[in-house]
């Protein structure tokens, strides 16, 4: 197999990237305005808290049950789709992964290839390799289509062009789609993007599809879509291929109906979404439609490498809902693309280090606050600040300090400067005396600092005055001030 690189853009520019994000006034109110709207829409889905947290507790419980029989539930899933007559390959890298769909491709003489919504292909940057040996990609969820017109990475893992104004996308669609007339009405919008992509899906050879959950228990994929189009990509073309993480499957299908409720409430604010698609196998004798070949490729990318840690091995209960992205006060005022990863936001901090290596994305968990906003929402309840700051020691370790579990990059942030300085603070708090002396002279010091607000503060929303002052309210509800 090619050891080839990846066209990966650098994560660990991600201070300037969330400087110019910043400095960009339409960028923030996009981001903000829907943000919130996610948000509220959210909060809508769980009104009873005590439900909530239950069915977390159940959406947790059923990942870890997955997790600790990982090996055995992916051999009986693999054993019941080739019962199936479904074909199964194991990818560990992206290259792996790119080059099995290759040769599917190759074997077929297919040279167009509709996809479905798939973050797993946008890890592997499938579409780009494929364009390079001479097979075409066509992003048919809207969301992907409007990005892959304007040559650009997803900025959310659920929403991919929600950084755009719906000028940005009527501007995008006159100029690339033939006969499209410029609107802004977003109903218009839609149909147009409908129009052009119908056609995509009767002139595939191929379609792909990513994967939410997958069943040991029945061989089954459960695709949970609202456009219709990842029905359509896996069952119109001949062929179907599905690319899915490896953490992905649970022992049985009737535990998805729980995690499918958690995910689809805490992504996008819905009860349930407009179509479930589940899959088991090919097209059989006697049925009138569905692909006659399917191909599952299993990817792990770095997956093993979380997986082999007992507390890092918790990135892998991820059902990808997007919540803790909607809810974080840096991807809520940066946006998705300073992140320079496939996965932004709190999701993307914990993981890309496994998929991408330390020393690449060393900066990305410095990128955070720990207000723990990511965690309190997430409805698998990954611990996602102590998880940050577990990969903020690993990135700063000195190289000779030995670990448990060494991971790729390890001390890439490593400084000797820094650890004087946290060694110096560790002995102050250890010793009262000590620390009273440095604080009484920190406290002269002060005068020193600088009193204006700078760099990430400056970029803050300010808080909005009341409406009403606190003697008011207190009037109305007949309280004494
Ligand atoms: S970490 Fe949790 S909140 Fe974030 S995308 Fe994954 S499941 Fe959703």
Same mark, same amino acid.
């Given at each position: 197999m090619s050891t080839q690189p990846l066209h990966f853009v650098a994560p660990n520019d991600f201070k300037a990237r969330a400087r110019a994000a910043l400095d960009d006034p339409d960028l923030r109110a996009n981001f903000r305005g829907a943000m919130d709207f996610l948000q509220g829409k959210r909060a809508a889905q769980f009104p009873d808290a005590d439900e909530?947290?239950?069915?977390?507790?159940?959406?947790?419980?059923?990942?870890? #049950?997955?997790?600790?029989?990982?090996?055995?539930?992916?051999? &009986?899933?693999?054993?019941?789709?080739?019962?199936?007559?479904?074909?199964?390959? *194991?990818?560990?890298?992206?290259?792996?992964?790119?080059?099995?769909?290759? @040769?599917?491709?190759?074997?077929?003489c297919a040279k167009r290839i509709v996809k479905g919504k798939s973050m797993a292909s946008e890890e592997i940057e499938l579409n780009d390799y494929l364009a390079e040996h001479g097979v075409t990609c066509t992003e048919s969820d809207l969301g992907e289509f409007i990005v892959q017109l304007a040559h650009e990475k997803p900025s959310h893992?659920?929403?991919?062009?929600?950084?755009?104004?719906?000028r940005d996308i009527a501007q995008l669609f006159e100029a690339n789609i033939p006969a499209a007339a410029y609107t802004e009405d977003v109903d218009a919008l839609i149909q147009t993007g409908r129009r052009a992509l119908r056609h995509a899906f009767v002139d595939a050879d191929i379609g792909l599809s990513g994967v939410n959950f997958a069943a040991a228990d029945t061989g089954t994929l459960w695709l949970v879509e609202n456009e219709g189009n990842g029905r359509?990509?896996?069952?119109?073309? #001949?062929?179907?291929?599905?690319?899915?993480?490896?953490?992905?499957?649970?022992?049985?299908?009737?535990?998805?109906?729980?995690?499918?409720?958690?995910?689809?409430?805490?992504?996008?604010? &819905?009860?349930?979404?407009?179509?479930?698609?589940?899959?088991?196998?090919? @097209?059989?004798?006697?049925?009138?439609?569905?692909? @006659?070949?399917?191909?599952?490729?299993?990817?792990?990318?770095? @997956?093993? &490498?979380?997986?082999?840690?007992? &507390?890092?091995?918790?990135?892998?209960?991820?059902?990808?809902?997007?919540?803790c992205m909607n809810h974080c006060p840096v991807y809520t005022r940066v946006g998705g693309h300073a992140y320079g990863t496939t996965y932004p936001g709190p999701i993307g901090k914990i993981i890309s280090p496994h998929l991408l290596g330390l020393e690449a994305t060393a900066d990305l968990p410095t990128a955070s606050s720990l207000c723990g906003a990511c965690g309190e929402v997430c409805p698998v309840r990954i611990p996602i600040p102590q998880l940050l700051i577990r990969l903020r020691t690993e990135?700063?370790?000195?190289? #000779?300090?030995?670990?448990?579990?060494?991971?790729?990059?390890?001390?890439?942030?490593?400084?000797?400067?820094?650890?004087?300085? *946290?060694?110096? *603070?560790?002995?102050?708090?250890?010793?009262?005396?000590?620390?009273?002396?440095?604080? *009484?002279?920190?406290?002269?010091?002060?005068a020193f600092a600088p009193s204006q607000q700078m760099g990430w503060t400056q970029h803050r929303t300010p808080l909005k005055p009341a409406a009403r002052s606190l003697a008011d309210l207190l009037r109305a509800r007949g309280q004494p001030e």
């Open positions: 909530r947290e239950a069915l977390r507790d159940l959406g947790e419980a059923i990942r870890r #049950d997955a997790l600790a029989r990982l090996p055995e539930l992916l051999a &009986q899933f693999e054993s019941q789709l080739v019962a199936a007559g479904a074909h199964v390959h *194991w990818a560990e890298t992206p290259n792996e992964a790119n080059e099995i769909v290759l @040769r599917i491709a190759q074997a077929h893992i659920v929403m991919p062009a929600i950084h755009k104004t719906r359509l990509s896996t069952t119109v073309p #001949d062929v179907h291929v599905a690319i899915m993480g490896i953490e992905k499957v649970v022992a049985k299908l009737d535990y998805i109906v729980p995690l499918s409720s958690l995910l689809t409430r805490s992504a996008t604010g &819905q009860a349930i979404t407009t179509y479930f698609n589940l899959i088991s196998g090919p @097209r059989r004798e006697g049925e009138q439609d569905g692909p @006659r070949e399917m191909h599952v490729v299993l990817l792990d990318n770095g @997956r093993t &490498q979380a997986y082999a840690d007992e &507390q890092l091995r918790a990135t892998l209960q991820c059902i990808r809902c997007g919540a990135a700063n370790r000195a190289p #000779d300090e030995a670990v448990a579990h060494a991971l790729r990059g390890q001390g890439a942030n490593y400084s000797r400067s820094e650890q004087i300085v *946290w060694r110096f *603070w560790r002995g102050a708090f250890a010793h009262p005396r000590v620390y009273r002396v440095f604080r *009484w002279a920190a406290t002269r010091l002060a």
